[in-house]
Nanobody, 119 residues
């Protein structure tokens, strides 16, 4: 089994920044993709950003159009952790942010961390 624990959420003013972290533990060998999704009230869960494994993918990244240029995803394989640096936050970024990883064909989700962007 894999356990994912997110941290770093909170309340921030528009234009501010937050850094989310997601640490994986348990059976964490062969982690493939690591990513972040979010779900705003009354909306479906959506992809925010994803980063591939090393090797041939060279840690390729993919971002939702709504966050390109503002958010940056990165990973530290030594710590089994994925990060999401969020800058220039907007009220529409308010959501619960979920960490997601894939490993040996399986998908694992964290329990989420709430990000609220409000003045």
């Amino acid at each position: 089994q894999v356990q994912l624990v997110e941290s770093g959420g909170g309340l921030v003013q528009p234009g501010g920044s937050l850094r989310l972290s997601c640490a994986a533990s348990g059976s964490i060998f062969s982690i493939n993709t690591m990513g972040w999704y979010r779900q705003a009230p009354g909306k479906e869960r959506e992809l925010v950003a994803v980063i591939g494994s090393g090797g041939s993918t060279n840690y390729a990244t993919n971002y939702a159009d709504s966050v390109k240029g503002r958010f940056t995803i990165s990973r530290d394989n030594a710590k089994n952790t994925v990060y999401l640096q969020m800058n220039s936050l907007k009220p529409e970024d308010t959501a619960v942010y979920y960490c997601r990883i894939t490993r040996t064909g399986m998908v694992y989700w964290g329990k989420g961390t709430l990000v609220t962007v409000s003045s």
